[in-house]
């Protein structure tokens, strides 16, 4: 039997054919290097073009209808089909793909109107819109879409950028993290969470770093939390185990496929999540996980089940929305250039993936990066990080000098951050910014001037941390 197609589209003469829902997304999508590994991408910039103006006449109930992963074989799609809102989606439910892009864009699409919006939205709905979109749309949209989380400090508020503070170390040696961790903090960064990708992953060197940051943070009583970056299984045992755990991580995909290939599923997050919570260690919130997520991940794992990587990785967002988090995080050139091949590549899905994550409600950050045999640097990711700064980004990178030593891939410093809230007038999260002014971190703190002097209690834990040299 010969080939079928559910969707056609007839310009001029010539006739095009999309097999399924996922075939025509895919199409539809500005061109990556991953797509082009996978098979899915668009032969042509017309056929991308027809695919578009295919898509665009597609009604948004369309997407509760067909599905790009089979509802009995992944528990992802179960979460986004069981979960969908009709009353939410009620508004909308009349209007096209391209009605949306149009609506999205207008005056009606308020910040109230977008926030009573998102639980009626699917991940594939708002893939698609943003397959329509220029650079400058996903930026206008993204900035109307307002979603605020707390913990220990408040992040996501109009006019605010936070950061992680990201003091790994190709060792975990401990004197090196924490001089990390004092340089970061002497640059007002560290109000998202301060961050650790342990280099030895295992429960006792989570729990020694774990004990490390939180001893920072209580000594010099930070309003923020932390984090080690280690499996949520991990988390769990060093929960057990009583280790003062704040966020809990894990890296998610948009398939269960995927996931299973990271060891967890949709119940393994829902016992973390009850866990930390059971703890109440948090002063002003309680979301308590920390998600990352990243284009290219489904197929790397050969779990993207023939769907383009941008949708795949929205559906990861349906899978962070579900447990609430503080924190989620594309890290969006980490992978590498067989998914993301240049700076333009790494853009324009950095700008995808912010718009999507924040429609969905969803407190979206970006690791603004690339791995070094990328065709990128760090003029592309000066471009990306004002353009998200100006999209109302939750929080980026901070980290010595933009390279991350263990991870061996370069991201954003504590002077981009700074950079980031003089040129944009973006404040860090407000009980941060005051506890700068009051431990005198900053000189003046509207202006953003970090103190020329180190403050006393810096400086005394400095010397204490100070190590012999080793012949002596």
């Known amino acids: 039997m010969g080939q079928t197609y559910k969707y056609s589209y007839r310009q001029g003469t010539q006739t095009w054919h999309f097999r399924d829902l996922a075939d025509l997304l895919a199409r539809a999508t500005p061109a990556r290097s991953g797509d082009r590994l996978a098979g899915v991408i668009a032969e042509s910039d017309e056929e991308r073009a027809i695919a578009q103006m295919c898509l ?58 977008l926030a009573a919006l998102r639980s009626g939205l699917t991940p594939e709905m708002v893939a698609a819109v943003s397959k329509l979109m220029r650079n400058q749309d996903l930026i ?19 006019g605010h950028l936070s950061t992680r503070l990201q003091p790994n170390h190709p060792t975990d040696d401990v004197a090196g993290i924490a001089a990390s961790i004092v340089d970061g903090l002497l640059y007002g960064s560290g109000d998202a969470v301060i961050g650790i990708n342990p280099a030895t992953d295992n429960v006792a060197q989570a729990i020694k770093l ?14 923020t939390q932390s984090c080690v970056l280690t499996h949520v299984t991990n988390t769990l045992e060093a929960i057990a185990q009583g280790a003062p755990v704040d966020l809990v991580f894990q890296s998610i ?32 919130g309680n979301n308590v996980m920390y998600f990352e997520t990243g284009q290219g991940s489904a197929l790397s794992a050969d779990a993207h089940h023939g769907v383009d990587q941008q949708t795949c990785e929205a559906r990861a967002y349906a899978v962070a929305r579900r ?10 050139g980490f992978i590498g250039p067989e998914y993301l091949f240049n700076g333009k590549e790494i853009i324009r899905a950095g700008l995808e993936d912010h718009f999507c994550g924040k429609l969905l409600g969803v407190p979206m950050g970006c690791d603004i990066c690339y791995t070094n045999h990328a065709e990128a640097d760090q003029n592309d990711m000066d471009n990306l990080l004002t353009l998200l700064g100006v999209a109302g980004c939750s929080f980026i990178m901070g980290i010595p000098g933009s390279d ?69």
């Open 140 to 158: 206008l949209v993204a900035r109307k879409c307002r979603v605020t989380t707390a913990f220990r400090n408040t992040i996501g508020l109009p």
């Open 56 to 113: 665009a006449e597609l009604p948004l109930k369309a997407f509760l209808s067909e599905v790009v992963v089979p509802y009995e074989q992944d528990e992802v799609t179960r979460l986004i089909q069981d979960s969908h809102d009709e009353a939410a989606f009620a508004p909308v439910s009349h209007l096209t793909v391209g009605d949306f892009r149009n609506w999205l864009l207008s005056d009606h699409a308020t910040e109230e109107s």
């Open 323 to 332: 447990f609430d988090p503080l924190l989620v995080n594309t890290v969006v």
């Open 404 to 472: 991350d030593i263990m991870l061996n891939y370069q991201t954003t410093s504590f002077h981009d951050a700074l950079y980031a809230r003089r040129v944009l007038d973006l404040s860090p999260a407000p009980e941060f910014a005051d506890w700068l002014a009051r431990m005198k971190v900053f000189d003046d703190i509207a202006r953003y001037e970090p103190s020329a002097a180190l403050p006393e209690l810096f400086g005394s834990r400095l010397r204490g941390i100070t190590r012999k040299p080793a012949h002596d």
């Open 210 to 223: 774990m004990r490390v940051m939180d001893d920072v943070i209580r000594t010099y009583d930070i309003p």
């Open 253 to 284: 995909g948009g398939t269960e496929a995927t996931n299973s290939s990271f060891g967890f599923s949709l119940a393994t997050l829902a016992e973390a999540q009850d866990a930390a919570l059971s703890l109440k260690r948090g002063t002003v």
